[in-house]
């Protein structure tokens, strides 16, 4: 039973390039969290997705930042035109949705921006 | 708006001490508490968790000691381990359907 997914691991973007983050929940989970962290520091909260819905985007920059979670295939955290101020770690998790259950972290994809 | 703190950033124990580490949440509609370790280059790892209808939940060396009056949240590892060396987060998830809130985090460091 595989855990959530992420990849790439590593990922290297020159200023202005778009970079696509990608997050396969654990089977059977049809919610999907992500979260950023700088190094040193905590997880900040992006995004909140079910299956082809947004929840909640309150921690997502207004600008450049977006993120979709389709009825087929992984989540996708695309950002666009990055800065530099965007490298981080990028972490997704999920969970069943079920009241008083744990999310499931992925290994996260670490994002370089040069 | 809402958040998780924790008391304190960094905690050094020698090997085979108890450690205590420490949370303070502000959201007294929270109902559900998680506490995760992040060992490093890797992604958060559920460690234990607790309702908010429970005053106190034991796993394996690690009990998790919750206070809704002070809103106050504690994580207590019985003979701290090499291998429990990591950064520790406690969440928070104020009721169905809503995010998880991370504090800051912890470093646990154990000495030889």
């Known amino acids: 039973n595989a855990g959530v997914m992420q990849n790439p691991r590593h990922l290297v973007r020159r200023r202005g390039q778009e970079a696509r983050l990608r997050c396969s929940p654990m089977?059977?989970?049809?919610?999907v969290y992500w979260y950023r962290q700088l190094p040193e520091e905590g997880l900040k909260f992006m995004v909140y997705?079910?299956?082809?819905?947004?929840?909640?985007e309150s921690g997502m920059p207004k600008e450049r930042f977006s993120a979709e979670f389709p009825k087929e295939g992984p989540s996708i955290l695309r950002i666009q035109q990055v800065v530099r101020g965007d490298s981080a770690a990028y972490f997704c998790?999920?969970?069943?949705?079920?009241?008083?259950?744990?999310?499931?972290f992925g290994q996260g994809t670490r994002l370089t921006v040069v | 708006g809402e958040s998780v703190g924790l008391h304190l950033p960094t905690l050094s124990v020698q090997e085979g001490d108890n450690s205590i580490i420490n949370c303070a949440y502000s959201n007294s509609a929270s109902d559900y508490f998680i506490w995760y370790k992040q060992e490093s280059g890797k992604g958060p790892q559920f460690i234990i968790d607790i309702r908010s209808n429970m005053d106190k939940r034991q796993g394996q060396r690690v009990t998790v000691l919750l206070n809704k009056t002070v809103k106050h949240l504690s994580l207590q590892i019985a003979a701290t381990q090499p291998g429990d060396s990591a950064v520790y987060f406690c969440a928070e998830r104020t009721f169905y359907g809503q995010n998880f809130v991370f504090g800051p985090g912890t470093r646990l460091s154990v000495l030889p």
């Open positions: 998790a999920s969970s069943s949705g079920q009241l008083n259950t744990e999310a499931f």
């Open positions: 997705l079910q299956k082809e819905n947004i929840i909640d």
């Open positions: 089977k059977g989970h049809s919610h």
